[in-house]
């Protein structure tokens, strides 16, 4: 799951939760940073973008120029900024690493709400570790 809060003056104008399956710690990152820079340059106010995450080191991947797996992301997220920074010549992006363990306020408000909400699946997922044993399970009742 990746969670994106866009916030303005200290002031939450926007949350999104995106459910995926079956993808790597890296993808799931690189799209929540994908998500907060799309819906930022949304707002037609916007200027000045501070993206604060804990995984700094997904923001270098975004503007690696080599081929990797993800560079899908990448490439749309550079097209994302491209458009963001042809609107005003003024218009800046920061990215903020702040660790698990930081005391920034704003980092500990999102914090404390993304520990707070429970996923409860619409569906019953085919791809989850439980469905799998279950259908294991099943199967060897069957052959029984």
Known sequence: MSIVHIHSYLN???K?????????????ELFAIRCGINQAIQIPEASHIIVITDSIHMVHRIFDSSIYPYQQQSITIS?????FF?????NSIEFWNCPNNSKLPLHLAVDKKTKKFNLTPLLPCKMSWDFDKKNKCDSIIRNW
């Open 12 to 14: 939450s104008i926007k």
């Open 16 to 28: 999104t939760l995106h459910h995926a399956v079956s993808i790597t710690f890296t993808e799931a």
């Open 79 to 83: 097209k994302d900024l491209r458009s």
């Open 86 to 90: 042809n609107k005003h010549s003024s």
